[in-house]
């Protein structure tokens, strides 16, 4: 089976990521899930993904809350990589190690100026498939 690329960012829950009860709200989730998006493209050397890749398909699944001041790991693994779509796994787990939340993320190439999906470009698929071999 491919090992595809993986990168992860540790964060603390912030008042500002919280509800009135003080537990995560769920859009804290994607935004960390975003950050280590971000990070394994940085790892990749692939800048130009960002402006380029929406998001077509986001499935979250809750397990536990996160509280307040509580660290948090946020990870990101590519899963599939398609000719004109990607799709990643996340994870969101807790200090204790516990799962938070998992789920998925797709992302399409529509490159700035075009209104449709393309293929992915060439330099992308060669730095997903040298991550493989890391």
Do not use: C
Request: net charge negative; hydrophobic share 40%.
């Amino acid at each position: 089976m491919d090992r595809f690329p993986e990168a992860s960012v540790e964060r603390t829950v912030e008042w500002v990521d919280t509800d009135a009860s003080g537990h995560q709200h769920n859009s804290a989730i994607l935004r960390w899930v975003e950050a280590a998006e971000a990070e394994l493209f940085r790892l990749l050397d692939l800048p130009d993904y960002f402006p380029n890749a929406p998001r077509v398909q986001q499935v979250i699944n809750y397990k536990a809350k996160l509280w307040f001041g509580q660290r948090i790991t946020a990870m990101v693994k590519i899963q599939a990589l398609g000719r004109t779509s990607m799709t990643m796994a996340f994870e969101v787990t807790s200090d204790a190690g516990e799962v938070a939340a998992y789920g998925t993320v797709t992302t399409v190439h529509v490159p700035q100026g075009t209104t449709s999906a393309q293929p992915w470009p060439e330099h992308l698929i060669r730095a997903v498939r040298a991550g493989q071999e890391s």
